[in-house]
T-cell receptor, first 115, second 111 residues
Framework: DTEVTQTPKHLVMGMTNKKSLKCEQH?????MYWYKQKAKKPPELMFV???????INESVPSRFSPECPNSSLLNLHLHALQPEDSALYLC??????????????FGPGTRLTVL | KQEVTQIPAALSVPEGENLVLNCSFT??????LQWFRQDPGKGLTSLLL?????REQTSGRLNASLDKSSGRSTLYIAASQPGDSATYLC??????????FGKGTKLSVIP
């Protein structure tokens, strides 16, 4: 199983809503990532979890709150978002082999629209 | 700060043609260079990963090369097919996690 799954596929929310994005992988990968991708732009790294601990936070606003409940799951909690946060949110995972950089496997993404 | 540039931004070719996509990066201290494919509104599919110690990787009709000294990578697609139409992204890997992406080349293969 070389698949990263993400739910929901689409999400529309108001600026006062609280919602969560979910990501799951069963490849035994120990690194998981959240990326944000605006239209016609490359993905931008938001967060990295390594062994279920937050390793990298790329100065992301606090209205985005990541959570890694276990080695297979990664959540992104959303609260008080702005319309400019509308984007495709991508989750990825990698094996975290030592001494090299791994292939990152991406999920299909969640298309988020903030009204 | 690493910068990755992809040329051309868009490319249209007739079916069956061989083609080359270009990627350049400013900092040669990379761990790897990875090529992805992205279909509209979809996630990224990894095509080829070249470690910094390697010169090229091949998978089917795809061949990717890496020249760290010149800061360049190319993705060669042989005998292009309409199903190859997508945006192709290259990324330079620094460290265990950091990928810096180019803006991509949008490829259209015309039947």
């Amino acid at each position: 199983d070389t698949e990263v799954t993400q739910t929901p596929k689409h999400l529309v929310m108001g600026m006062t809503n609280k919602k969560s994005l979910k990501c799951e992988q069963h490849m035994g990968h120990r690194a998981m990532y959240w990326y944000k991708q605006k239209a016609k732009k490359p993905p931008e790294l938001m967060f990295v979890y390594s062994y279920e601990k937050l390793s990298i936070n790329e100065s992301v606003p606090s209205r985005f709150s990541p959570e890694c409940p276990n080695s297979s799951l990664l959540n992104l909690h959303l609260h008080a978002l702005q319309p400019e946060d509308s984007a495709l949110y991508l989750c990825a995972s990698s094996q975290l082999a030592t001494g090299s950089t791994d292939t990152q496997y991406f999920g299909p993404g969640t298309r988020l629209t903030v009204l | 700060k690493q910068e990755v540039t992809q040329i051309p931004a868009a490319l249209s070719v007739p079916e069956g043609e061989n083609l080359v996509l270009n990627c350049s990066f400013t900092d040669s201290a990379i761990y790897n260079l990875q090529w992805f494919r992205q279909d509209p509104g979809k996630g990224l599919t990894s095509l080829l990963l070249i470690q910094s110690s390697q010169r090229e990787q091949t998978s089917g009709r795809l061949n990717a090369s890496l020249d760290k000294s010149s800061g360049r990578s190319t993705l060669y697609i042989a005998a292009s097919q309409p199903g190859d139409s997508a945006t192709y992204l290259c990324s330079a890997g620094a460290g265990s996690y950091q990928l810096t992406f180019g803006k991509g080349t949008k490829l259209s293969v015309i039947p």
